[in-house]
Protein backbone atom coordinates (compact mmCIF):
# COMPACT_ATOMS: atom_id res chain seq x y z
CA UNK A 1 0.00 0.00 0.00
CA UNK A 2 0.91 3.61 -0.37
CA UNK A 3 -0.34 6.72 1.49
CA UNK A 4 -0.84 9.59 -0.46
CA UNK A 5 -0.81 12.65 1.44
CA UNK A 6 -2.33 16.06 0.59
CA UNK A 7 -1.26 18.78 3.35
CA UNK A 8 -3.50 21.96 3.61
CA UNK A 9 -5.89 23.49 6.19
CA UNK A 10 -9.45 22.08 6.67
CA UNK A 11 -12.63 24.49 6.87
CA UNK A 12 -14.17 26.64 3.51
CA UNK A 13 -11.94 29.59 4.15
CA UNK A 14 -8.85 28.07 3.53
CA UNK A 15 -9.97 26.29 -0.13
CA UNK A 16 -8.38 28.04 -2.01
CA UNK A 17 -4.74 29.29 -0.62
CA UNK A 18 -1.66 28.79 -1.67
CA UNK A 19 -0.79 26.50 1.52
CA UNK A 20 -3.69 24.39 0.53
CA UNK A 21 -2.09 23.55 -2.99
CA UNK A 22 -1.79 19.18 -1.13
CA UNK A 23 -5.23 19.23 -0.52
CA UNK A 24 -6.37 20.33 -4.16
CA UNK A 25 -3.72 17.61 -5.40
CA UNK A 26 -5.26 14.70 -3.89
CA UNK A 27 -8.80 15.90 -4.82
CA UNK A 28 -7.92 16.23 -8.07
CA UNK A 29 -6.29 12.65 -7.96
CA UNK A 30 -9.50 11.04 -5.73
CA UNK A 31 -12.17 12.62 -8.80
CA UNK A 32 -10.09 11.44 -11.72
CA UNK A 33 -9.43 7.90 -10.35
CA UNK A 34 -13.03 7.16 -8.88
CA UNK A 35 -11.79 6.72 -5.13
CA UNK A 36 -13.95 5.61 -2.92
CA UNK A 37 -15.94 8.45 -0.88
CA UNK A 38 -14.30 10.26 1.21
CA UNK A 39 -14.79 9.72 4.69
CA UNK A 40 -13.27 10.69 8.25
CA UNK A 41 -10.24 8.48 9.85
CA UNK A 42 -7.21 8.96 11.06
CA UNK A 43 -7.61 12.31 12.39
CA UNK A 44 -8.48 13.60 8.28
CA UNK A 45 -10.76 12.58 5.45
CA UNK A 46 -9.53 8.96 4.00
CA UNK A 47 -10.43 7.66 0.40
CA UNK A 48 -8.82 4.06 -1.25
CA UNK A 49 -8.44 3.02 -4.56
CA UNK A 50 -6.35 1.73 -7.14
CA UNK A 51 -4.58 3.49 -10.23
CA UNK A 52 -4.78 1.03 -12.47
CA UNK A 53 -6.57 -2.60 -12.53
CA UNK A 54 -3.81 -4.74 -10.46
CA UNK A 55 -2.03 -1.89 -8.84
CA UNK A 56 -1.59 -1.37 -5.39
CA UNK A 57 -3.64 -0.11 -2.98
CA UNK A 58 -3.64 3.50 -2.45
CA UNK A 59 -4.83 4.58 0.49
CA UNK A 60 -5.33 9.31 0.17
CA UNK A 61 -5.17 10.84 3.27
CA UNK A 62 -6.28 14.63 4.14
CA UNK A 63 -5.19 15.41 7.64
CA UNK A 64 -8.19 17.88 9.65
CA UNK A 65 -5.63 18.24 12.46
CA UNK A 66 -4.62 21.68 10.68
CA UNK A 67 -1.34 22.40 9.22
CA UNK A 68 1.01 22.40 12.34
CA UNK A 69 -0.25 19.00 13.94
CA UNK A 70 -0.22 17.09 10.30
CA UNK A 71 1.96 14.53 11.71
CA UNK A 72 -0.10 13.46 14.33
CA UNK A 73 -2.62 12.56 11.46
CA UNK A 74 -0.02 10.63 8.89
CA UNK A 75 1.39 8.80 11.72
CA UNK A 76 -1.61 7.49 12.77
CA UNK A 77 -2.34 6.26 9.29
CA UNK A 78 0.56 5.11 8.68
CA UNK A 79 1.02 2.83 12.43
CA UNK A 80 -2.54 1.17 11.89
CA UNK A 81 -1.49 0.00 7.79
CA UNK A 82 2.66 -1.28 9.34
CA UNK A 83 3.70 1.34 6.63
CA UNK A 84 7.00 2.30 6.46
CA UNK A 85 8.57 5.73 6.03
CA UNK A 86 9.19 4.96 2.36
CA UNK A 87 5.67 4.17 1.41
CA UNK A 88 3.99 7.76 2.54
CA UNK A 89 4.17 10.27 -0.25
CA UNK A 90 3.26 14.20 0.86
CA UNK A 91 2.44 16.64 -1.31
CA UNK A 92 2.95 19.96 -0.44
CA UNK A 93 3.37 24.04 -1.20
CA UNK A 94 7.25 24.95 -1.63
CA UNK A 95 7.70 28.71 -1.43
CA UNK A 96 11.49 27.69 -2.70
CA UNK A 97 10.33 26.60 -6.31
CA UNK A 98 8.98 28.79 -9.12
CA UNK A 99 5.05 28.38 -9.43
CA UNK A 100 3.56 25.58 -11.49
CA UNK A 101 7.59 23.80 -11.25
CA UNK A 102 7.74 20.18 -9.15
CA UNK A 103 10.49 18.08 -7.46
CA UNK A 104 10.38 15.14 -5.86
CA UNK A 105 12.47 14.10 -3.03
CA UNK A 106 13.15 11.17 0.00
CA UNK A 107 14.51 13.24 3.31
CA UNK A 108 16.05 16.19 3.90
CA UNK A 109 14.99 19.50 5.86
CA UNK A 110 11.43 20.91 6.32
CA UNK A 111 12.83 24.54 5.30
CA UNK A 112 10.49 25.85 7.90
CA UNK A 113 7.30 24.31 6.26
CA UNK A 114 5.15 23.49 9.61
CA UNK A 115 3.45 20.69 7.64
CA UNK A 116 6.68 18.86 7.45
CA UNK A 117 8.19 19.83 10.23
CA UNK A 118 5.24 17.91 12.47
CA UNK A 119 5.60 15.05 10.02
CA UNK A 120 9.07 14.66 11.02
CA UNK A 121 8.59 14.45 14.12
CA UNK A 122 6.15 11.52 14.16
CA UNK A 123 7.61 9.43 11.31
CA UNK A 124 11.31 10.77 10.74
CA UNK A 125 12.73 12.78 7.90
CA UNK A 126 12.98 9.28 5.20
CA UNK A 127 9.21 9.82 3.54
CA UNK A 128 8.77 11.01 -0.04
CA UNK A 129 8.24 14.62 -0.87
CA UNK A 130 6.16 16.26 -3.85
CA UNK A 131 7.11 19.88 -3.62
CA UNK A 132 4.80 22.10 -5.94
CA UNK A 133 5.92 25.16 -6.66
CA UNK A 134 4.39 28.17 -5.62
CA UNK A 135 6.61 31.18 -5.77
CA UNK A 136 7.84 33.46 -3.40
CA UNK A 137 6.42 36.74 -2.01
CA UNK A 138 10.45 37.62 -1.88
CA UNK A 139 10.17 39.12 1.84
CA UNK A 140 10.56 36.77 4.61
CA UNK A 141 8.04 39.00 7.05
CA UNK A 142 5.40 38.41 4.02
CA UNK A 143 5.46 34.80 4.02
CA UNK A 144 2.62 33.69 6.18
CA UNK A 145 0.48 36.50 5.04
CA UNK A 146 1.27 34.66 1.25
CA UNK A 147 0.76 31.29 2.11
CA UNK A 148 -2.63 31.47 3.78
CA UNK A 149 -3.80 33.93 0.66
CA UNK A 150 -5.68 32.31 -2.16
CA UNK A 151 -4.35 31.54 -5.09
CA UNK A 152 -4.73 35.16 -7.76
CA UNK A 153 -7.20 34.53 -10.91
CA UNK A 154 -3.85 34.96 -12.73
CA UNK A 155 -2.29 32.02 -11.37
CA UNK A 156 -4.90 29.68 -12.61
CA UNK A 157 -3.23 29.47 -15.90
CA UNK A 158 -0.52 27.64 -14.36
CA UNK A 159 -2.36 25.77 -11.63
CA UNK A 160 -4.59 24.30 -13.81
CA UNK A 161 -2.12 22.38 -16.06
CA UNK A 162 0.08 21.78 -12.88
CA UNK A 163 -2.74 19.87 -11.28
CA UNK A 164 -3.91 17.97 -13.96
CA UNK A 165 -0.05 16.80 -14.76
CA UNK A 166 0.23 15.96 -11.39
CA UNK A 167 -2.83 13.81 -11.74
CA UNK A 168 -1.73 12.00 -14.95
CA UNK A 169 1.42 11.33 -13.97
CA UNK A 170 0.75 9.86 -10.21
CA UNK A 171 1.00 6.64 -11.11
CA UNK A 172 4.43 6.43 -11.41
CA UNK A 173 5.00 7.51 -8.07
CA UNK A 174 2.92 4.34 -6.96
CA UNK A 175 5.47 2.67 -9.11
CA UNK A 176 8.15 4.18 -7.39
CA UNK A 177 9.29 5.74 -10.22
CA UNK A 178 9.77 9.74 -9.17
CA UNK A 179 11.73 10.37 -12.05
CA UNK A 180 9.70 9.47 -14.28
CA UNK A 181 7.05 11.45 -12.54
CA UNK A 182 9.11 14.68 -12.96
CA UNK A 183 9.59 14.09 -16.42
CA UNK A 184 5.66 13.50 -17.27
CA UNK A 185 5.09 16.77 -15.18
CA UNK A 186 7.58 18.58 -16.70
CA UNK A 187 6.48 17.27 -20.17
CA UNK A 188 3.26 18.46 -19.50
CA UNK A 189 3.60 21.58 -18.51
CA UNK A 190 5.68 22.82 -20.56
CA UNK A 191 4.86 26.13 -22.86
CA UNK A 192 4.18 25.07 -26.27
CA UNK A 193 6.68 25.36 -28.81
CA UNK A 194 6.32 28.12 -31.33
CA UNK A 195 5.22 27.24 -34.83
CA UNK A 196 7.84 27.11 -37.73
CA UNK A 197 7.51 30.03 -40.14
CA UNK A 198 7.80 28.71 -43.85
CA UNK A 199 11.09 29.92 -45.63
CA UNK A 200 10.50 32.80 -47.06
CA UNK A 201 10.34 32.90 -50.96
CA UNK A 202 12.17 35.59 -52.91
CA UNK A 203 9.29 37.56 -55.27
CA UNK A 204 10.51 37.83 -59.04
CA UNK A 205 13.18 40.18 -59.09
Known amino acids: MILLVGLGNPGGEYAGNRHNIGFMALDAIHDRYAFSPWKRGYQGMVAD ?36 PGDVVVFHDELDLAPGKVRVKTGGGHAGHNGLRSIDAHLGKDYRRVRLGIGHPGDKALVLRYVLGDFAKSDQAWLDPLVDAVVDAAPLLAKGDDAGFQTRVALLTAPPKPAKQPPRTSSGE
Open 49 to 84: GKFGAGGDKILLLKPLTYMNESGRSVGEAMRFFKLV
